[in-house]
C-alpha cells in the first residue's frame, strides 16, 4: 500500500470520517496492525453495550445514597435490601459501567467504511503511524507504507544500538581506570561509538592515547577529546600517534591554546598537508574576524562559503539571539558560525530558529548552540526535533545516563547521522575536498565538527552547572 495513501486512511479513521478503503487497502492496513473491523452486527452489539451507560449511573447513584441511610431510594426499584447485597450490587455495577464506558471509546471511534461495508477503529499503533507519516513523509516521497515502517523502525533501531555500543565502551573503559567519570566520558563514548573499530579496542587505544601521546602539558578535557577523535580512525595505534605528533608538531607556529592546538591536529589529521594547511587558514580568517575558539570554528572552515560570505552570514545570524554580555558574544558568535556555515539560505535557518526556539529553551540552557545545531542540518524544525526526541528515547532505553540532565546533550550527539534521510552538519560542498587513505575511517558526515559544538558549549555547560548545584543534579528531564 502506498504511504500517501496510507496517510490518507489514517487521517480520515483520526478525525472520524467516512472513508472508501478498497479491501486490499483495509486488508493492508489490518495486517500491519493499524486498523481494526467490525461488522455491522458485532458494531450493533457494542452499541447496545453503551447504551446501558445511562441506566449503570444511575443505579451506581441509587445504590450509593441507600448505603449512605437514604433506604427509601431502593425501596421500589428491586434491588437488594440488606448491606452485604447492596454493596455485592454496587461493586457488579461499578465493574460493569467500567467495562461500558470502555466500549464507548470503541464505539465512538468506529468509522464506516463504504468500500467493504465494514467499520473501522484506529489502533494506538495506528496512531503512532500516523504522527510518523505527517513528520516524515514528505522527507521520503515514494515509499511504501512497509518500506516507510521499515526505514523508521531501522533508524530507531540504530539508534539503540549505537547507545548500547557507547555504553560498552565506557563499560571497558571505566574496568581498565579507577579514576575514570563516567558523566566526563559519556559524550566521548557515544562519540567514538560512532566508529566501527570494536568497543574493546576503543576504549584500549583511548587510554593509552591519553596516558602516553598526550602527555605532555595538554589539559586534560583537551587530552581527553584528542584521543578519542584518533581512536576512532581506527588506524594502528603506533601509526595514529606518530601522525597527530608530526601535525602537532606543524601546527606549533600558529599559536594555538595547548588544548585547541591537540584537538585540531586530532581532527585534521587524516587531511594531506595542502588540505590541513587551507583549512587552518580558513579557520584563523575566521578567529580573526568573529569571536570563538579555533575548534568551534573547524566546521564553517569547511563549508564552500568563502570568508566574506561567512562573516556577511555570521554577523546576520548574530542578530537572531540576545546577547546580555561578554560570554554571551562569544557562544552567539559560535552559534551564528555554526548557521553559517551551513547550506541552507539564511531565511530558511532564521525561519528554522524561530521554531526551535520554544523546543529547545527547555532542554539546553543556554539553548543557542543546540538551536544551530538543529537548525543547520537537512530537515525543517519539527522534523530535527522529533529525530532529537528518538535519540533521548534511545539514551534512555539503553540507559546510558546517571543523571536525567545528561540525556539531551547525549541524544544531540547521537542524532548525528540518523534519520530517514541521515541527520548530519551539511556544508555546500567540502574545501579542500578531503581524499586521503583514512577519509573512509572518519565519521559520519565528518562528525568532529558536530561533536565540538556539542562539547564545547553544551556539555562543558552541564559539567560547571553540576559543579556549582550539586543540589540540582537529579533536576527533572524536559523530553520525559
Known amino acids: 500500500m502506498d504511504a500517501n495513501r496510507a496517510m490518507e486512511a489514517l487521517s480520515a479513521l483520526e478525525h472520524r470520517q467516512t472513508m472508501s ?53 431502593i425501596a421500589y426499584s428491586g434491588f437488594p435490601t440488606d448491606e452485604a447485597g447492596m454493596r455485592r450490587e454496587l461493586q457488579a455495577s461499578v465493574l460493569q459501567l467500567e467495562d461500558a464506558s470502555r466500549h464507548k471509546a470503541e464505539a465512538d471511534a468506529l468509522v464506516w467504511n463504504d468500500g467493504t461495508d465494514r467499520y473501522l477503529e484506529l489502533t494506538l499503533l495506528g496512531r503512532q503511524t500516523l504522527e510518523d507519516l505527517q513528520t516524515w513523509l514528505p522527507a521520503m516521497p515514494g515509499k511504501s507504507l512497509a ?17 548500547m555500543r557507547a555504553a560498552q565502551i565506557l563499560t571497558k573503559a571505566a574496568m581498565n581506570s579507577e579514576t575514570l567519570n563516567p558523566s566526563e566520558f559519556r559524550p566521548l563514548a557515544v562519540m567514538m561509538a560512532r566508529s566501527s573499530v570494536a568497543p574493546e579496542r ?45 601535525v ?23 587531511m594531506s598537508d595542502a588540505e590541513r594547511t587551507a583549512c587552518l587558514d580558513r579557520v584563523d580568517a575566521l578567529v580573526h574576524e568573529v569571536a570563538g575558539s579555533p575548534p568551534v570554528l573547524l566546521g564553517p572552515a569547511l563549508s564552500a562559503w568563502t570568508i566574506e560570505e561567512l ?39 532564521g525561519r528554522r530558529i524561530e521554531v526551535l526556539r520554544p523546543g529547545t529553551a527547555s532542554a539546553f540552557a543556554p539553548p543557542e548552540i543546540a538551536m544551530a545545531m538543529l537548525a543547520s542540518g537537512p530537515f525543517e524544525a519539527p522534523q530535527a526535533l522529533e529525530v532529537l526526541r528518538e535519540a533521548a528515547i534511545a539514551i534512555s532505553r539503553a540507559n546510558f545516563y546517571e543523571s536525567p540532565m545528561e540525556v539531551d ?53 552541564y559539567e560547571r552547572y553540576v559543579k556549582a548545584h550539586p543540589g540540582h543534579y537529579y533536576g527533572p528531564y524536559y523530553w520525559g
Do not use: C
Open 311 to 349: 562573516v556577511q552570514r555570521i554577523r546576520e545570524a548574530m542578530g537572531w539571539f540576545r546577547v546580555d554580555g561578554p560570554m554571551d558574544q562569544v557562544r552567539i558568535a559560535s552559534a551564528a558560525a555554526i548557521l553559517a556555515g551551513s547550506a541552507p539560505p539564511l531565511d530558511v535557518l
Open 409 to 461: 546533550g547525549l541524544a544531540l550527539i547521537l542524532m548525528h547521522g540518523f534519520g530517514p534521510v541521515p541527520f548530519v552538519y551539511q556544508p555546500p560542498a567540502s574545501v579542500p575536498p578531503i581524499a586521503s587513505r583514512w577519509a573512509a575511517a572518519v565519521p559520519i558526515g565528518l562528525a568532529f565538527p558536530w561533536f565540538l559544538w556539542q562539547y564545547f558549549w553544551i556539555q562543558q555547560t
Open 248 to 270: 602537532r608538531h606543524e601546527l606549533a607556529f600558529r599559536r594555538y591554546a595547548r588544548d585547541d592546538e591537540a584537538i585540531l591536529a586530532a581532527a585534521t589529521v587524516h
Open 147 to 163: 518500506e516507510f515502517r521499515a526505514t523508521l523502525s531501522g533508524t530507531r533501531a540504530g539508534m539503540v544500538a549505537q547507545a
Open 21 to 73: 478503503a478498497s479491501p486490499d487497502e483495509q486488508a493492508a492496513l489490518e495486517g500491519e496492525g493499524l486498523v481494526r473491523s467490525l461488522s455491522k452486527s458485532e458494531a450493533d452489539e457494542l452499541g447496545s453495550l453503551v447504551d446501558n451507560l445511562n441506566a449503570l449511573s444511575s443505579r451506581i447513584k441509587t445504590l450509593g445514597r441507600a448505603l449512605h441511610g437514604e433506604p427509601s431510594a
Open 202 to 246: 576503543l576504549a584500549a587505544d583511548w587510554q593509552a592515547l591519553v596516558f602516553t601521546t598526550l602527555r605532555d602539558g595538554t589539559p586534560q578535557k583537551g587530552a581527553q577529546v584528542a584521543a578519542s577523535f584518533l581512536a576512532s580512525y581506527g588506524e594502528p595505534r603506533k601509526d595514529i600517534a606518530e601522525a597527530f605528533l608530526r
